[in-house]
């Protein structure tokens, strides 16, 4: 059973940086597109970014586009989200998820992975 564990959530002041992390068991991490999405408070669960499984190509939604980078390290089954210059309106619960690298469908919506984590909660405060 594949299993998605988030970390690294928190608080921050505004213009600070975290970095989230996803550690993938048992799955081939390493065969799997992976992507961030958020649900902020009073909102619809949203796409923040996605990684391909070999190539590395990156994608980001247009509001963390020049602040977040998504990132992986195959050889630790990790995930990984770098944010900075936070905003209060980052302030979200985070979720990583993954699926097949050669799955259908957009990559911009979450019912298109399979696996998804918990979330850990990220606040900004101003």
């Known amino acids: 059973q594949v299993q998605l564990i988030e970390a690294g959530g928190g608080l921050v002041q505004v213009g600070g940086a975290l970095r989230l992390s996803c550690t993938v068991s048992g799955g081939s991490f390493s065969t799997y597109a992976m992507a961030w999405f958020r649900r902020r408070p009073g909102k619809e669960r949203e796409y923040v970014a996605h990684i391909h499984g070999s190539s590395n190509n990156t994608d980001y939604a247009p509001s963390v586009s020049g602040r977040f980078t998504i990132s992986r390290d195959n050889t630790k089954n990790t995930l990984y989200l770098q944010m900075n210059n936070l905003k209060p309106e980052d302030t979200a619960v985070y979720y990583c998820?993954?699926?097949?690298?050669?799955?259908?469908?957009?990559?911009?919506?979450?019912?298109?992975?399979?696996?998804w984590g918990q979330g850990t909660q990220v606040s900004v405060s101003s």
């Open positions: 998820v993954g699926r097949d690298r050669f799955a259908p469908g957009s990559k911009l919506y979450w019912d298109n992975y399979d696996y």
